[in-house]
């Protein structure tokens, strides 16, 4: 094999490890990590054992509720093992949770899909408060950001909640819901027909 070739098949293999094995970002359901896609791909694509991954995931989660959205970083080296982190829940996760809610706002500024307290952001923050990106920031930070992200999912934070009168706003609220995902589905149809 001359210089040049040996050169060249070096650099191809520095190029596909490079491209194959790194850091992957995704969102994983609890308890839930499946071979199949997208997950499978995602892993084989990366040259994972996707069945080792699986198991090591679902064990690491065992102890949160099935099915809860868990933010993954994995850092894939060039001998196909894997490093995995796992995140608490998303913050849009906990918010929803918290409001009482399944659906954030469609247009986030002019309408409110729910309430939360001032209590609720900083217990929130306290359990975000310990996610890798976020333990360089002060609790007020966290909360002020948790206070953006409720904001642009329609989420009004206030300091007082009565109970009566957010059950009151909930039953208002599904109402809206219900009518929003009829336009939806009216849209839907309608581009169907027009493509069809």
């Known amino acids: ?37 997208p997950l499978g791909p995602m892993l084989g694509q990366r040259g994972v054992n996707i069945a080792a991954f699986c198991k090591d995931f679902n064990e690491k989660t065992k102890e949160i509720k099935e099915g809860i959205p868990l933010p993954v970083r994995m ?9 995995l982190t796992i995140h608490q829940p ?11 809610i399944e659906r954030a706002a469609m247009e986030s500024g002019k309408e409110i899909a729910g309430k939360v307290t001032l209590k609720h952001i900083y217990e ?11 333990q360089t920031l002060s609790m007020e930070d966290v909360c002020k950001m948790l206070v953006g992200v409720a904001r642009s999912c ?18 208002e609220r599904a109402v809206i819901v219900e009518q929003q995902k009829k336009e939806l589905q009216e849209k839907k149809e309608a581009k169907m027909l027009r493509t069809g």
């Not at 094999?1 to 994983?28: E, P, Q």
């Not at 329609?154 to 039953?171: H, M, N, P, Q, T």
């Open 1 to 37: 094999m001359s210089k040049a070739a040996a050169r060249l098949k070096s650099v191809k293999k520095a190029v596909t490890d490079k491209v194959i094995h790194g850091k992957m970002r995704t969102n994983i359901p609890a308890g839930l990590a499946a071979a199949g896609p």
């Open 75 to 83: 850092t894939v080296n060039a001998d196909r093992t894997f490093a």
């Open 90 to 100: 998303p913050a849009v996760f906990f918010l929803k949770q918290a409001a009482g």
């Open 124 to 134: 929130i923050a306290k359990i975000k408060g310990v996610d890798p990106p976020l």
């Open 154 to 171: 329609g989420i009004e934070v206030v300091r007082d909640l009565d109970s009566k009168e957010y059950a009151e706003f909930l039953k």
